[in-house]
């Protein structure tokens, strides 16, 4: 029978559906420590992982593990180049994760545009009437242009809510065909650097890996308009911090939007905490009932169906 270790709490809806399985012997991990790890993991078949790290050290300790299903489709905390040496798969929640993070970017886009807690903060503070005298810096996202850089499933619903916005929407994407682009309404851009130049929002949806990493950085901040925004709901590490807290305080660009970072959670001392040009939130993209439910429950699925030899070929990462 084999082990499955769930690494870090899940949805109580993907645990029951491993732990109600009479396949499988369960255990919930929620010391995500290395040295826990270390000391728990190789007694395992299996592992369903959502945060903490699966670095070489502790899989060389691993002599069971056959498979690792990611509570998500990003994979930058658990070492490939280990699990592709011994045939170790890696599996993804290849459908699940698309539709809160495209609504996680609008609504970052919309309270960036529309001033924050501006409006609000007016009438508690019985500003009601002056606020109408300020220099207003919203605006509208009527005939606004948006750059998506990267156009997998969450590039895919995103363009349908900003062409609900009458948004123009361009795409960098060197992986995805130009038709495939123009027949969801958007226009290919194969130079990076053009479409920013163009761009009034740009919105990241990419991995971390050598090609990205620092990908947005400040000279590329500086080839954008003083009026744009930046949002990344990717990876940290895919914008640079420091130089994004220069652009903003230096007016290089107007605003930016982060669910992300470099490092999770951020220092007490990352400038950025202080600043009140950009908006934040906890890696909480995908934190919506449905959406948590559904990561859980595929995650879970993934197992069962790895071990039943009936696997989605769209949940395989190919290392």
């Known amino acids: 029978m084999p082990k499955i270790a769930i690494v870090d709490k899940m949805h109580q809806d993907g645990i029951n559906l491993l732990k109600n399985n009479p396949k499988f012997e369960c255990e919930v991990i929620e010391d995500l420590s290395k040295k826990n790890l270390i000391s728990k993991l190789p007694a395992f078949d299996g592992i369903t992982l959502r945060r903490g790290k699966i670095d070489s050290e502790i899989l060389e300790k691993c002599k069971k593990l056959k498979v690792i299903s990611r509570h998500g489709v990003g994979y930058d905390n658990v070492d490939t180049d280990f699990l592709k040496k011994n045939n170790i798969s890696l599996l993804v929640t290849g459908t699940t994760t698309s539709t809160s993070p495209a609504e996680h970017i609008m609504f970052m886009i919309l309270n960036i545009s529309k001033g924050k807690d501006l409006y609000d903060q ?108 930046i949002i990344n709901i990717s990876r940290g590490g895919v914008v640079n911090e ?41 890696h909480a993209a995908t934190f919506t009932k449905e959406c948590l439910s559904d990561m859980a429950v595929q995650t879970a699925q993934n197992i069962i169906d790895f071990f039943d030899n009936k696997l989605n070929e769209l949940m395989i990462v190919k290392l």
Do not use: W
């Open 122 to 229: 007016s009438v508690r503070n019985g500003k009601f009437d002056t606020i109408m005298h300020m220099n207003h810096s919203t605006f509208e996202l009527f005939n606004k242009k948006i750059l998506i850089v990267g156009f997998g499933r969450i590039g895919r619903k995103l363009i349908k809510k900003c062409l609900g916005f009458e948004m123009e929407v361009f795409v960098y994407d060197p992986f995805v065909d130009k038709k495939i682009i123009e027949s969801l309404g958007g226009k290919k851009i194969t130079n990076l650097d053009n479409g920013l130049k163009e761009a009034d929002v740009l919105s990241l949806s990419v991995p971390l890996n050598k090609e990205t990493s620092n990908m947005i950085n400040l000279e590329k901040m500086k080839i954008m308009k003083k009026t744009s925004i």
């Open 242 to 282: 420091k130089d994004l807290n220069e652009a903003l305080n230096s007016e290089i660009i107007y605003g930016a939007g982060l669910d992300v970072f470099e490092k999770e959670p951020p220092s007490k001392d990352n400038p950025l905490l202080k600043n009140k040009k950009v908006l934040l939130s906890p």
